[in-house]
C-alpha cells in the first residue's frame, strides 16, 4: 500500500504560479496529477514516470505547466505558471505500480491523495 501525502495548494491572482509537491510512502511506476473542479469530472494533468523522468501533459496545461520528479524518485513537483481562473479546481496527486504506463485514465490509478486546493482570481 502506497500512501500519497499533497502540500503546496493555495489562492493565487490570475497569471500566478503556485507549485505542488506529492510524497510517496513507496516505490511507484508513474506518479502525477488530476484535478477536479465542482461539478465537473476528475481530468488529467500530468504524469511522470519515476525511473525514467518520462512526462505527459494535458493540451490545456501544456506550456504553463511543469512536472518533476526528485532524485529519490518517491517525491513530484508540480510547477504551475500562468495561472488562469479555469485552473481552480482540487488537484489530487495519483500512483500507479502497474504496467498502464503514462495513462490519462483515472481507473488505470491505484493510489490517491486527499487533495490540495488550488484557486485562482481574475
Not at 502540500?7 to 488530476?34: D, E, I, K, N, P
Not at 496527486?93 to 484557486?119: I, P
Request: include cysteine; aromatic fraction near 10%.
Amino acid at each position: 500500500q502506497v500512501q500519497l501525502v499533497e502540500s503546496g495548494g493555495g489562492l493565487v491572482q490570475a497569471g500566478g504560479s503556485l507549485r505542488l509537491s506529492c510524497a510517496a510512502s513507496g516505490r511507484t511506476y508513474v506518479m502525477g496529477w488530476f484535478r477536479q473542479a465542482p461539478g465537473k469530472e476528475r481530468e488529467f494533468v500530468a504524469v511522470i514516470t519515476t525511473r525514467d523522468g518520462i512526462t505527459a501533459y494535458a493540451d490545456s496545461v501544456k506550456g504553463r505547466f511543469t512536472i518533476s520528479r526528485d532524485n529519490a524518485k518517491t517525491t513530484v513537483y508540480l510547477q504551475m505558471n500562468s495561472l488562469k481562473p479555469e485552473d481552480t479546481a482540487v488537484y489530487l496527486c495519483t500512483a500507479h505500480t502497474t504496467g498502464w504506463g503514462l495513462s490519462t485514465r483515472t481507473t488505470n490509478y491505484e493510489y490517491w491523495g486527499q487533495g490540495t486546493q488550488v484557486t485562482v482570481s481574475s
